[in-house]
T-cell receptor
Framework: DTGVSQNPRHKITKRGQNVTFRCDPI?????LYWYRQTLGQGPEFLTYFQNEAQLEKSRLLSDRFSAERPKGSFSTLEIQRTEQGDSAMYLC????????????FGPGTRLTVL | GEDVEQSLFLSVREGDSSVINCTYTDSSSTYLYWYKQEPGAGLQLLTYIFSNMDMKQDQRLTVLLNKKDKHLSLRIADTQTGDSAIYFC????????????????FGKGTKLSVKP
C-alpha cells in the first residue's frame, strides 16, 4: 500500500496529557498537510510543510500544538496538555507539486480527550 | 478568505441520479475538488475540475462548474447503496510563498443516503 498512512488510528487520553500522532506521506510527495475535523464539519487546515520547512500555520494551531517533519518524509503532530475541545479526527494529506495540486488523505487519527 | 457552502443532506433511491451542490466565494481557486468520506474513514478523492473548465465527466461522475455564479455540482449517475457517504467540495487557496498553492478549504459536507 503506497497511500498516506497515519498512526495511531485511535487515541484516548485524559485531559492534561500529551499526545503525538504520526503521518507517513506518499513517498515522492514533497508537501504534507495537517487538518482537523470535528463532528459534522469539514476538515480545517492546521499547518503544512514543503519538504522539512513548515510554511504556514493556521490560527487554529494554538501554542499547545507543534508539528515537525525533520527529514522531509514523515511528520509528527504533538498536542501538549490536551483539552476536551481537542477531541477530533486529525487528518494528514500529502501532494506533489503538479499541475493538479491534488491532496491525498490518510485514514486519520481519532483523538478522544476524557 | 474562502467560504464553501453545501446543503447538508440528500436522499435518493438506488438507480436514480444524485446531484450535490456547492457554492464558493473565492474565485481565485484554480482547482475545485470533490472528496468522499465514509464513516470513520479519511477522505477519498473522487474528482477535480480546473477552474477554466465548465464540465468534467469521469465514468458515473459529472462535475459542472459555473464560474459566474461560483457554483459547483457533482452528479452521480445510477446511484448505488455503496455511494452512501458524506461528500465534500473543496477549493485550493493561494499563499504568498512565491505564488505556490496551499491548503484546501472544505464545505461542511453533504450526507448522501441511498435507499434500496
Amino acid at each position: 500500500d503506497t497511500g498516506v498512512s497515519q498512526n495511531p488510528r485511535h487515541k484516548i487520553t485524559k485531559r492534561g496529557q500529551n499526545v503525538t500522532f504520526r503521518c507517513d506521506p506518499i513517498s515522492e510527495h514533497n508537501r504534507l498537510y495537517w487538518y482537523r475535523q470535528t463532528l459534522g464539519q469539514g476538515p480545517e487546515f492546521l499547518t503544512y510543510f514543503q519538504n522539512e520547512a513548515q510554511l504556514e500555520k493556521s490560527r487554529l494551531l494554538s501554542d499547545r500544538f507543534s508539528a515537525e517533519r525533520p527529514k522531509g518524509s514523515f511528520s509528527t503532530l504533538e498536542i501538549q496538555r490536551t483539552e476536551q475541545g481537542d477531541s477530533a479526527m486529525y487528518l494528514c494529506a500529502s501532494r506533489q507539486t503538479s499541475s493538479t495540486d491534488t491532496q491525498y488523505f490518510g485514514p486519520g487519527t481519532r483523538l478522544t480527550v476524557l | 478568505g474562502e467560504d464553501v457552502e453545501q446543503s447538508l443532506f440528500l436522499s435518493v433511491r438506488e438507480g436514480d441520479s444524485s446531484v450535490i451542490n456547492c457554492t464558493y466565494t473565492d474565485s481565485s481557486s484554480t482547482y475545485l475538488y470533490w472528496y468522499k468520506q465514509e464513516p470513520g474513514a479519511g477522505l477519498q478523492l473522487l474528482t477535480y475540475i480546473f477552474s477554466n473548465m465548465d464540465m468534467k465527466q469521469d465514468q458515473r461522475l459529472t462535475v459542472l462548474l459555473n464560474k459566474k455564479d461560483k457554483h459547483l455540482s457533482l452528479r452521480i449517475a445510477d446511484t448505488q447503496t455503496g455511494d452512501s457517504a458524506i461528500y465534500f467540495c473543496a477549493g485550493n487557496t493561494f499563499m504568498n510563498y512565491g505564488g505556490s498553492q496551499g491548503n484546501l478549504i472544505f464545505g461542511k459536507g453533504t450526507k448522501l443516503s441511498v435507499k434500496p
